[in-house]
């Protein structure tokens, strides 16, 4: 018999199709992209892609000045600080020479660790590095998720992590299952659960308690 995650997850997995993320070129683009969507939307954070895109390089970035990178990112906003946090980050990718088949190959709980103790990089950010640049099966907690999770009739833990376990002792270890998984969650609070929920032909309405905030 299913759980709930796995109904949610077919659901949606039929309604909308493979999401084929993250939406990156690179596996660095993808972790400036990580760091740049904090507090952000993601249009905001193609508009600073666009201009960091001719640095888009590890040696390229570390080379820039920080106030240099901090002004082509600005369309994310929190520019500066995050100009800091993805300099923090590339002092720790740098320990590895850049190479993400190097660190692929590491445990993710250990790895999980070491991303954490990054200045700035908290644990969704961390997880979705995790996910879609190391290959780790991780689910990947956020606001999006905590809306449907809450509005179809879950009530899940406060903590982050507990939320996270909770859903993964639930699933099989899979990684296309877990990258599939948050892109549908984002591609469906976009286009039927958003913060004034649009109910019609949405694929979890027969199943969904709809308790709003």
């Known amino acids: 018999m299913k759980n709930e995650y796995q109904i949610i997850y077919d659901r949606l997995f039929d309604h909308y199709g493979p999401q084929g993320w993250w939406p990156a070129e690179t596996s660095f683009e993808m972790m400036v992209g990580a760091i740049l969507v904090q507090n952000t939307n993601w249009r905001n954070v193609e508009k600073a892609l666009l201009k960091v895109k001719p640095f888009l390089e590890p040696e390229a970035i570390e080379k820039l000045p920080l106030d240099e990178l901090a002004q082509l990112i600005r369309s994310s906003g929190f520019f500066n600080i995050k100009a800091k946090r993805i300099k923090a980050y590339l002092e720790w990718f740098r320990t590895y020479e850049y190479d993400v088949d190097k660190i692929k190959k590491l445990e993710r709980g250990p790895l999980r660790k070491e991303l954490l103790a990054i200045s700035g990089i908290g644990r969704e950010t961390a997880d979705v590095m995790l996910l879609y640049a190391f290959e780790k099966p991780i689910f990947v907690v956020d606001a999006y998720t905590r809306r449907i999770f809450y509005r179809f009739g879950l009530d899940m833990p406060k903590s982050y992590d ?52």
Not at 177 to 190: G, I
């Open 162 to 213: 507990v939320f996270r376990q909770k859903v993964e002792a639930e699933l099989p270890r899979e990684l296309r299952l877990f990258d599939e998984f948050h892109a549908l969650l984002v591609a469906h609070a976009k286009e039927h659960c958003r913060a004034k929920p649009i109910c019609n032909q949405c694929p979890l309405a027969d199943r969904c308690a709809i308790r709003l905030d």
